[in-house]
């Protein structure tokens, strides 16, 4: 059980839009920054998205990210049918001392 | 290129012990904080530890606390992960990973090696 929530799947047509919660609280989102990772099957992650928003080069502006709160979201527009896979929001917990992922979204395009 | 090679998987007995290799090439190792992250069959991630570039700070998930040790040697440009009592449970892909960040508070993993398997059989 993590500390962090996400919602199990999302899907939308291609070219739509889908939109990935991740909640937590004042000890990991509230206080820390947010990276998400998007995980193709049988192969490693990948970061998408650091410090809440920022994107590394090579990622496309279709993805983006923004935190309020202790609620991160991730959104990813325009979608491909090459975007399918599962998406990892991850943070620091103070509390906990430990770096903690939520337990992931599989994005399918319909 | 930069680039993470783990090593060292291995099918290994409940109880049991194994030690896991991360090389590190094409960047500055000594400068990097580690995180070791691993993924059971079918499950999502799961972080375990964290390695200071000089290994003076670390951090473990209850889940490996005093079972696993991760070190480093920077002359070598090598993580390792000493793994002790090994439980069925502890059958995944490991990966290591570079942290990026002033600080943990602000971590994130910016290079990724594509893992080795270890699996515990009971």
């Known amino acids: 059980q993590s500390v962090l929530t996400q919602p199990p799947s999302v899907s939308a047509a291609p070219g739509q839009k889908v939109t990935i919660s991740c909640s937590g609280s004042s000890s990991n989102i509230g206080n820390n920054y947010v990276s998400w990772y998007q995980q193709f099957p049988a192969t490693a992650p990948k970061l998408l998205i650091y410090d809440n928003d920022k994107r590394p080069s090579g990622i496309p502006d279709r993805f983006s990210g923004s935190k309020s709160g202790t609620s991160a979201t991730l959104d990813i527009t325009g979608l491909q049918s090459g975007d399918e896979a599962d998406f990892y929001c991850g943070t620091w917990d103070s509390s906990l001392s430990s770096y903690v992922f939520a337990s992931g979204t599989r994005v399918a395009v319909l | 290129e930069e680039q993470l090679v783990e090593s060292g998987g291995a099918l290994v007995q409940s109880g049991g012990s194994l030690r896991l290799s991360c090389a590190a090439f094409?960047?500055?190792?000594?400068?990097?904080?580690m995180y070791w992250v691993r993924q059971a069959p079918g499950k999502g991630l799961e972080w375990f530890s964290y390695?200071?570039?000089?290994?003076?700070?670390?951090y473990y998930a209850d889940s490996v606390k005093g079972r696993f040790t991760s070190s480093r040697d920077n002359a070598k440009n090598s993580l390792y992960l000493q793994m002790n009592s090994l439980r069925a449970e502890d059958t995944a892909v490991y990966y290591c990973?570079?942290?990026?960040?002033?600080?943990?508070?602000?971590?994130?993993?910016?290079?990724w090696g594509k893992g080795t398997t270890v699996t515990v059989s009971s």
């Open positions: 990973a570079r942290v990026r960040g002033a600080t943990v508070y602000i971590s994130y993993m910016d290079l």
């Open positions: 390695i200071s570039p000089g290994s003076g700070t670390m």
């Open positions: 094409g960047f500055m190792f000594s400068k990097s904080g």
